[in-house]
């Protein structure tokens, strides 16, 4: 069935940065679109930004836009997430998720267990 795990998560000051990584194993996701969502305590899970398959076409919420990257690298099976210039409000658990249903954010192939990132302001 293969598995996605997150790495990269962390406690960092307000206006630091992080990188995200998702790593398959067990299947591939070179052929599919990759997304990352998020869920803050007490909210619903949102999504955050999308990649397609060949890294040509990117999405992005537009509470990230600007301060977030989206990319991949099929040949490591892996897809990242930088995080620039984060707020208070970006503390949350950050999912990827391997072909997200569009205009969701709970239905997709496979979903990562999640990695914590916290931000103090």
């Known amino acids: 069935q293969g598995r996605l795990v997150e790495s990269g998560g962390g406690l960092v000051q307000a206006g630091g940065s992080l990188r995200l990584s998702c790593a398959a194993s067990?299947?591939?996701?070179?052929?599919?679109?990759m997304g990352w969502f998020r869920q803050a305590p007490g909210k619903e899970r949102e999504f955050v930004a999308t990649?397609?398959?060949?890294?040509?076409?990117?999405h992005y919420a537009d509470s990230v836009k600007g301060r977030f990257t989206i990319s991949r690298d099929n040949a490591k099976n892996t897809i990242y997430l930088q995080m620039n210039s984060l707020k208070h409000e970006d503390t949350a658990v950050y999912y990827c998720?391997?072909?997200?249903?569009?205009?969701?954010?709970?239905?997709?192939?496979?979903w990562g267990q999640g990695t914590q990132v916290t931000v103090s302001s």
């Open positions: 067990g299947r591939t996701i070179s052929s599919v679109t």
């Open positions: 998720a391997a072909n997200p249903v569009l205009g969701t954010t709970s239905l997709a192939a496979a």
């Open positions: 990649i397609t398959w060949t890294g040509g076409t990117t």
